[in-house]
Each structure stands twice: as structure tokens, then as C-alpha cells.
């Protein structure tokens, strides 16, 4: 058995038994790790209020070999208590940590693991700043994926990467990660439809270049990128689908986040 003292986000918890927690965190060291932690709910010594949902913690694990470690001690760094007093705030967080707390590695797989806590780190500190409009809510799942390696072309065409043009709408194919360009599409058309195969969702060159430049300039300038209604409805589209299609299923986050921004005020 060895002990380690970490910095950890909280990506889920669940309660078992009377007393237990397992607590799934994201550490710079370890990348993901379940750890259990006994008496969770009772030792308000050892974890007081500390093992919820999005705290930021310093925590002692013990790691056991192929088993799951053990939660010593925990001390609270951020609550983020302006996420949890709005309710699209804390929407938008919950599925940064429901998409992490799935796709996120486990065990330390060197510079990847500490560069995902940076980035979740960094998001949580973003999203109690800033305004939690749909243009944030947009960039930060598209900056996620990109986090966990899924990073879509936005700007060439991925068959022969020559740089995407034109004023139609393109068939952004999912399982390709871009869209094909007016040649690459009547070439496979003439061969039968060979290359068409898989999802896709038609997407217009301007809608590409929005979240191509949204990236560039990072979520405390979404206020500088003008997206019209058409941009807005089609990146929210592809973004969503491209999420769906390579995480695999819906996560728990979107229909709440769905509910969250419906019921709030518009502010974008
Ligand atoms: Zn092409």
C-alpha cells in the first residue's frame, strides 16, 4: 500500500451501504480514480462536507494494488459556491464532470493527466466567472471534447485535406470527425457512395469558422464572436451529435442542462 496527497476534482459520487461514499476524482497524477471512502457520512472529522459533487480538494489516498483506494483525509480548496446558487451554472458544470468522469483515462498517464485537471480546473474557475449563456455552454463542450482528443477538423476537408470553401452546406461526417470537401463528395458518389458511409450533419462554412475562431479566442471572449441564429442552431447540432456519437451514449447532464437553460432567462 502507498500513500499520495493529491489536488482532486470531485467527479461523482456514490453512496453505499449506511455510511460509504465512492468518490470518482481527477488528479494531476493519477487521471481518474475511484476511491472509497468509509464512513463518509458519518466522520465529519475526517471529510467535513468535503466529498460532494465539484469540490476541489486536497485529499491523502492510499492506493492498494487491484484494489480501490482509500480516502485518508480530505480538505475542501473550492466549493464553487456560485455554481451551485445558479442553476445553469451548475448544469453547464455537471456535464463538464459527467463527460470527464467518463472519457477522462485512468491511472496517470503522464503530461494527458495533469493537463486534464488543468483544463477542468480552469473550466470550473470559468464558469463561476463568467456568464453561463449558450455561447459558453457551446464552447465549453466543443473545448471538452477537445480536451478528451476529440478535436474536430474545422477547416479542412478530411479526406484530402485541402481547405474547405464554398457557400453550400457540407455533410460533416461524424465518424470522420469533418466534413468532406464538393470534390472528395462527387468523387465517392461516382464510386458508388463509397466514403458517404456514417452519420452526417449538414453544416455550413461559416458555422465551422464561428467554432473554429470561438476556440481560438477562448470562453472569456465568446462576447467578440457574432454567431447569427443559422450558426448557432447548426454548431449546437454538430457539436451535440459529434459528443453522442464518440462518447457513446446520452449523458445524464444533457436533458438537466436542456431543462436548466429553458427555464432560465435568456442572457445571451
Ligand atoms: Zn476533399
Redesign the pocket.
Known sequence: MSAVTTRAIVLRTVDVGETDRIVHLLTPDLGRVAAMAKSARKSRKRFPGTLDLLNHLDVELALRPRRMAHIGRARLRTAYLDIRADPTRFAVACRLVELLGRMAPEGGAGGDAQRLYEFASASLDKIEALAPDAKLRLFLQLESLCALGLRPELRA?V??G?ELEGGDAFLFNLGDGGA??G??RRAASAHGGEGGEGPTVPVHLGTLRALEQGLRIGLEQLHRLAMGPRETREAEQLVGRFQRFHVGLELRSDAFLSEAFAAAPRTA
Open positions: 476537408c479526406r484530402c485541402e468532406h470537401c470534390s472528395c
